[in-house]
Nanobody, 128 residues
Framework: QVQLVESGGGLVQPGGSLRLSCAASGRTFSSYTMGWFRQAPGKEREFVAGINWSGATTHYADSVKGRFTISRDNAKNTVALQMNSLKPEDTAGYYC?????????????????????WGQGTQVTVSS
């Protein structure tokens, strides 16, 4: 069983920055591939960024590449998403997720359905 809790969302102006954090529990959390997803009203949930167990492999959606950075601290059981140069189109609920099918692997998947544990989400609103 994996429990995930996101925090750090809020209102920010275009061009601003925000850092999201995901606190995880679970005996083997440090072995799982982790990801961040987002979902806007009326839209399907989409992949934002992912990171494998060691942090050696990362993957980003084209829309956020160069602006967002995913990282993890296995000693603290946390995964973070640093978001810079935010745009109004980044507005969405942001969710962290665990892919427990990838254990100490090099694989970072982008498919929503491959992740089996999800947090409650935290709202990010980019507006003037």
């Amino acid at each position: 069983q994996v429990q995930l809790v996101e925090s750090g969302g809020g209102l920010v102006q275009p061009g601003g920055s925000l850092r999201l954090s995901c606190a995880a529990s679970g005996r083997t959390f440090s072995s799982y591939t982790m990801g961040w997803f987002r979902q806007a009203p009326g839209k399907e949930r989409e992949f934002v960024a992912g990171i494998n167990w060691s942090g050696a492999t990362t993957h980003y959606a084209d829309s956020v590449k160069g602006r967002f950075t995913i990282s993890r601290d296995n000693a603290k059981n946390t995964v973070a998403l640093q978001m810079n140069s935010l745009k109004p189109e980044d507005t969405a609920g942001y969710y962290c997720a665990a892919d427990t099918f990838e254990v100490r692997s090099e694989i970072v998947t982008t498919a929503t359905m491959h992740y089996d544990y999800w947090g409650q989400g935290t709202q990010v609103t980019v507006s003037s």
